[in-house]
């Protein structure tokens, strides 16, 4: 099993650009999420979702949006990119939240310019 | 508000001791609590879990108590190696997939050679 597979690992986009993060599980994990990680702070939930066809908004979904059409796949759009957004995105999954902990990816390094 | 929070931001311990993480948490209907230790430029790694009506649970050179009374869930890693060089996070959840988990900030534990 490969578990979490994130990518890209880095990028740097300008202002307004739009991009997809690519997160894919090979557990057959029910739950997956997206978190944001920025300096002194902890990892802060943006969308969630817990099974195919089913996602749900976060602490801060402001500017991102998600699909869930596979149990595998859950990406993350920006949907017009602001420095705001320069932060560290991690993706995670769990067979059944509450009773396992998360898998998470390796992350990717955003910056936006 | 809710929140989960850890004493000590960092941390530095000799090789071969034994270190201790703290976390404080608000919210005493969680119910499952975890922690996490994130290397450098790596997603967060799941350590350890505890369940609310236990209070206390070793793994591998890990031991995790939770003291509900007032609210406290502490970390101990036994003759601590260099490798455990990293960021730890708590991290408290409800019962349900729909509960929102809250992490903590992080401690990052230097140890020394």
């Known amino acids: 099993n490969a578990g979490v597979t994130q990518t890209p690992k880095f990028q740097v986009l300008k202002t307004g650009q739009s991009m997809t993060l690519q997160c894919a599980q090979d557990m057959n994990h029910e739950y997956m999420s997206w978190y944001r990680q920025d300096p002194g702070m902890g990892l802060r939930l943006i969308h969630y979702s817990v099974g195919a066809g089913i996602t749900d908004q976060g602490e801060v979904p402001n500017g991102y949006n998600v699909s869930r059409s596979t149990t595998e796949d859950f990406p993350l759009r920006l949907l017009s990119a602001a420095p705001s957004q320069t932060s560290v995105y991690f993706c995670?999954?769990?067979?059944?939240?509450?009773?396992?902990?998360?898998?998470f990816g390796s992350g990717t390094r955003l910056t936006v310019v | 508000g809710e929140s989960v929070g850890l004493h000590l931001p960092t941390l530095s311990v000799q090789e071969g001791d034994n270190s201790i993480i703290n976390c404080a948490y608000s919210n005493s209907a969680s119910d499952y609590f975890i922690w996490y230790k994130q290397e450098s430029g790596k997603g967060p790694q799941f350590i350890i879990d505890i369940r609310s009506n236990m209070d206390k649970r070793q793994g591998q050179r890990v031991t995790v108590l939770l003291n509900k009374t007032v609210k406290h869930l502490s970390l101990q890693i036994a003759a601590t190696q260099p490798g455990d060089s990293a960021v730890y996070f708590c991290a408290e959840m409800g019962k349900t997939s729909y509960d929102k988990v809250i992490f903590g900030p992080g401690t990052s534990l230097s140890v020394i050679p």
């Open positions: 995670a999954s769990t067979p059944s939240q509450g009773v396992y902990g998360y898998t």
